[in-house]
């Protein structure tokens, strides 16, 4: 069987070479077409950059879309001469264009997609054309991939897809599980380090988190530090606005900008809890790295998250949008050390047990198979 992966605008790279990694290791064939990129490998074909953007001042997104409909050309013509049984999409960045690519596609395989989000670019980010069709594409595919209950939820209730359309699994870890933490409480009762770490969106709620920050009793604020850090996709002089307004500002480090991975490697060691002020998610790939370095979590009680987090287990959930019950959580969190402790333990142990990136293969074999059975059939 030869596979095709598709993350044309590399919006998925982090995930999308892993995963690919795990079907060269089974010697399954895969190639992967994206776009220019660092990640250099034998199975990637970087034919959706066409145009040197980078050094365009204006029309950049004019520019964008010329060269997504010149790679998704070249995309089809790449098929057509290869014999492709199976074109695997990632992130659709044109939903309107991908319809019409999908529907010419499947005269030549059987084409899907890992659906990472059930709305696209969560309903914040993204121009309006970047989500026009989103939900007119969902129902092409031949197959669907989620990595939680709720999204396969929203595809069957919200965009009445056949289930045996949809395969669960829950996303594999990035890196081995790192040695348990904490096993010294006193060591931590007296520092109170805060990570976010992500790209800085609106639908991240980190104003939500400023606020909560300015909740905290002045005896635990004083010996707080919270850390900011990733791209930013929003303006973060009305973030930094905020936190002077609440008078915050000297409480906050910010770490502006894509992070190297022994930086990433850093944050996530020398923080004592992570926190997710999300307004929407499906999956997390943050949270997996908070899972597989056992770092505490505290998220907005919605969407994947509901699926992934055992509230006082494995993390502490607060009510979506309520910085008030966010402040709560973190003091809940830093006036009981056991608490803490607990928690990353019980993360600890729920990461030993999440799937592999062989297991996500699998899985993605199994969907693949039968949906040229279901084909076959009609």
């Known amino acids: 069987m030869k596979i095709l992966i598709i993350d044309s605008a590399n919006i998925t790279l982090h995930y999308t070479v892993p995963f690919c990694n795990a079907f060269i290791n089974k010697g399954i064939s895969i190639k992967l077409l994206c776009s220019n990129n660092q990640k250099k490998s034998d199975y990637m074909y970087e034919i959706y950059s066409f145009f040197n953007i980078d050094n365009i001042l204006f029309f950049k997104k004019i520019f964008r879309g010329i060269n997504y409909f010149i790679g998704s050309v070249r995309a089809i013509s790449y098929v057509k001469k290869n014999s492709i049984d199976v074109v695997h999409f990632q992130i659709s960045p044109l939903p309107i264009i991908d319809i019409f690519v999908v529907l010419i596609l499947k005269k030549y395989a059987l084409v899907g997609a890992t659906i990472h989000n059930t709305t696209p670019f969560h309903g914040t980010s993204g121009t309006l054309i970047q989500r026009i069709g989103f939900k007119k594409l969902i129902s092409k595919y031949d197959f669907l991939i989620c990595h939680t209950k709720y999204s396969s939820n929203v595809l069957q209730n919200d965009y009445h897809i056949d289930n045996k359309k949809i395969s669960i699994i829950e996303h594999p870890l990035f890196k081995k599980v790192k040695n348990p933490r904490y096993t010294d409480v006193k ?150 050390p056991n608490l803490l402790k607990n928690i990353s333990k019980s993360m600890h142990e729920k990461a030993l047990n999440m799937p592999t990136w062989d297991n996500l293969v699998e899985i993605s074999m199994n969907s693949y198979k039968n949906a040229k059975n279901r084909q076959t059939k009609n």
Not at 203 to 225: F, M, Q, R, V
Not at 276 to 293: C, F, K, T
Not at 303 to 329: M, P, V
């Open 187 to 336: 060591k931590y009762i007296s520092t109170n380090k805060i990570l976010f770490f992500g790209t800085i969106s609106e639908y991240k709620g980190i104003d939500i988190l400023i606020n909560a920050l300015g909740e905290l009793p002045n005896s635990l604020k004083e010996k707080t530090i919270l850390t900011i850090a990733g791209k930013s996709l929003m303006k973060n002089i009305i973030l930094k606005k905020q936190a002077i307004k609440l008078g915050v500002d000297q409480y906050i480090h910010w770490k502006e900008g894509w992070i190297k991975d022994k930086e990433v490697e850093d944050l996530f060691l020398n923080n004592d809890i992570i926190i997710m002020p999300y307004r929407h998610i499906d999956g997390s790939g943050v949270l997996v790295q908070a899972l597989e370095n056992n770092l505490p979590v505290i998220a907005s009680d919605i969407g994947g998250f509901q699926d992934l987090i055992e509230n006082e287990k494995t993390g502490l959930l607060f009510k979506a949008n309520d910085h008030i019950h966010l402040s709560k959580c973190i003091s809940k969190i830093f006036d009981n």
